[in-house]
């Protein structure tokens, strides 16, 4: 087994002061290979998932204050710590329509902290309806973390000159194995039900490209709200 860094590079002269991520992905069969076995007969993880549920177990190796952008997971999932420290902060899934989200990932950068007059410009509604609904924990050497399917999570380790070294499980939610994507490896890809509808909606937007105001909003709306009763949800407005 080889570990390469994101750019593909082997060999550092100085991995203190390097900005690294490390990210092995071991997908169904369990760990294998060197010094990961080791590993992971050293780490006793309580099985909280039903065990044909599993879906894969990822080795995240990373150097000091390094942040993991702000996305979601479409399978459930259990972060353990093994070495350093990190803080997580999560998003529970209603904040998705503040998430300004392409695919799983958020594209807003600074998710803790006071915004800045740009920050605010480009992402109002982040920090106006889903910001003060963050929930922030710090993992320490020992402790792990459920992080259910859909919760947004940005991730950044402790800036303490040390490495981190944390373990991912992954499971699926759902019993079906037909409803997620089968060439998902990390636990990310939409499930199959809900890229279908994304498609259904991209088209009805198409059909609706061309309307004329207020015909486009009227029939939009209207689109929109025999959808939500279809499937007997709540559509939050956009503010």
């Known amino acids: 087994m ?3 860094d994101r750019q593909g590079n082997k060999n550092f002269d100085d991995l203190a002061s390097a900005t690294w991520l490390y990210q092995i992905t071991t997908h169904h069969d369990g760990f294998g290979g060197d010094g990961v076995t080791d590993l992971a007969c050293a780490l006793d993880l309580p099985v909280i998932w039903p065990e044909d549920r599993f879906h894969s177990s ?3 190796i990373s150097s000091s204050n390094t942040t993991l952008w702000t996305h979601y997971d479409t399978h459930d999932n ?7 420290a990190k803080t997580v902060t999560l998003f529970p899934p209603d904040a998705e329509p503040y998430m300004y989200a392409q695919g799983s990932s958020s594209r807003v950068e600074n998710v803790t902290s006071d915004p800045s007059d740009e920050d605010y410009a480009k992402f109002p509604l ?5 910001r003060a609904s963050g929930i922030s924990v710090t993992l320490r050497a020992g402790d792990a973390l459920y992080i259910p399917a859909f919760w947004f999570h940005h991730v950044v380790s402790a800036d303490e000159g040390t490495p981190s070294v944390a373990v991912n499980v992954f499971w699926r939610s759902l019993d079906d194995k037909r409803a ?3 060439k998902d490896i990390y636990g990310n890809k939409d499930m199959c039900a ?10 009805a937007g198409d059909a609706l490209r061309a309307v004329p105001e207020p015909y486009k909003s009227f029939y939009a709306r209207r689109a929109v ?3 939500a009763n279809q499937v007997g949800v709540r559509v939050t407005p956009s503010c």
């Not at 259990?78 to 350093?84: C, D, I, N």
């Not at 982040?126 to 889903?130: G, I, R, S, V, W």
């Not at 809900?194 to 088209?203: D, H, I, M, P, T």
């Open 225 to 227: 709200k025999m959808f």
């Open 2 to 4: 080889c570990i390469r």
């Open 58 to 60: 990822v080795l995240r």
């Open 126 to 130: 982040f920090y106006d309806h889903a």
């Open 78 to 84: 259990l972060l353990a710590q093994v070495v350093g």
């Open 180 to 182: 997620y994507d089968a």
């Open 194 to 203: 809900g890229k279908e509808a994304c498609e259904l909606a991209v088209r």
